[in-house]
């Protein structure tokens, strides 16, 4: 349900990483509150983020 997720309002410093592998994707610094109720950030890791 949407906004009910353990992540979406923690704001802790730390690196957020995909549940599935492990690999790190998102420094804490970079997540925002954008109103959807999911963690959003607005900056992947270098190299970490594949857009194609």
Do not use: Q
């Amino acid at each position: 349900l949407r906004g009910t997720g353990k992540y979406d309002k923690s704001f802790e410093d730390g690196i957020y990483s995909c549940a599935g592998c492990g690999t790190p994707l998102y420094r804490s610094t970079t997540k925002f509150n954008s109103g959807c109720g999911w963690p959003a950030f607005y900056e992947g890791l270098p190299g970490a983020i594949n857009r194609s």
